[in-house]
């Protein structure tokens, strides 16, 4: 995958970074509009990577609020899998 953010390592995060991620997201899409509005764009793929990655922190988030998956249930998940070596 190319320079993204992963659902599975945003779920991993505390609110507090998703809240940090989602407005640079933003940020970094405005500028990106604005640059293919003036015509200054060079890469065109970049602002559906930046819509994509929006989305994905929005979905996170939302699982959160409904109770879909919490940090806890997360990080538990994957310490029980790292102790199942045996």
Known sequence: ?????????????????????????????????????TGQLESHGRLRTVKREIARIYTVMRERELGI???????DAASEEGNNDD
């Open 1 to 37: 995958m190319a320079k993204g953010l992963a659902a599975d390592d945003l779920r991993t995060e505390p609110e507090d970074v998703l809240v940090t991620k989602l407005k640079e997201a933003k940020e970094e899409l405005f500028n990106l509009r604005f640059q293919a509005a």
């Open 69 to 75: 998956v919490t940090v806890a249930e997360e990080t």
